[in-house]
T-cell receptor, first 112, second 115 residues
């Protein structure tokens, strides 16, 4: 059972470049989400989804896009990378409205 | 929005001793879930313990236990017989049982275990 698979683990981007962080889960979880982790700020929600075709914004959505075409996958797109998006990104999934979140291994993204 | 506060950015404990990490939260809801996650240097987020608000009994998992005070909105984590492998960042998290659309995380407590 793979759980939540998040790729890549590390990425360096130049300002203005775009990229997609991949996230897949095999637990049939309805709820999936993306967080960014910055020193002293905990984890902040970027976007989330409660099922295929349904997404919504979290606390810090600017500069990021998501889509949910299947239950399993929830990619995060950076449209035009900025140094302020340098962070560690986590994908997480859970059952809807109850239970704990299961996390991917995280992506350390550096924008230069 | 709910807020979760961890007032101790850093804590240290001697190996084999006991340490308590503090967490308070703000909510007007009566039904919710609380969690403690551990993040070692590997960066992986690992669930340590969970508590359902409707349960009065404090959750325990081996050396880890919580002191859940619903009226005070307090959810502290006690680690007994601390081990070197317990050194990590610990995050407290809240999830509404009503909407459940977001986990709210505290800013974390960095725990150092001294040999």
């Amino acid at each position: 059972n793979a759980g939540v698979t998040q790729t890549p683990k590390f990425q360096v981007l130049k300002t203005g470049q775009s990229m997609t962080l991949q996230c897949a889960q095999d637990m049939n979880h309805e709820y999936m989400s993306w967080y960014r982790q910055d020193p002293g700020m905990g984890l902040r929600l970027i976007h989330y989804s409660v099922g295929a075709g349904i997404t919504d914004q979290g606390e810090v959505p600017n500069g990021y896009n998501v889509s949910r075409s299947t239950t399993e996958d929830f990619p995060l797109r950076l449209l035009s990378a900025a140094p302020s998006q340098t962070s560690v990104y986590f994908c997480a999934s859970s059952y809807r409205s109850h239970g704990e979140a299961f996390f991917g291994q995280g992506t350390r993204l550096t924008v230069v | 929005a709910q807020t979760v506060t961890q007032s101790q950015p850093e804590m240290s404990v001697q190996e084999a001793e006991t340490v308590t990490l503090s967490c308070t939260y703000d909510t007007s809801e009566s039904d919710y879930y609380l969690f403690w996650y551990k993040q070692p240097p590997s960066r992986q987020m690992i669930l340590v313990i969970r508590q359902e608000a409707y349960k009065q009994q404090n959750a325990t998992e081996n050396r880890f236990s919580v002191n859940f005070q619903k009226a005070a909105k307090s959810f502290s984590l006690k680690i007994s017989d601390s081990q070197l492998g317990d050194a990590a960042m610990y995050f407290c998290a809240y999830r509404s049982a009503l909407t459940g659309n977001q986990f709210y995380f505290g800013t974390g407590t960095s725990l150092t275990v001294i040999p």
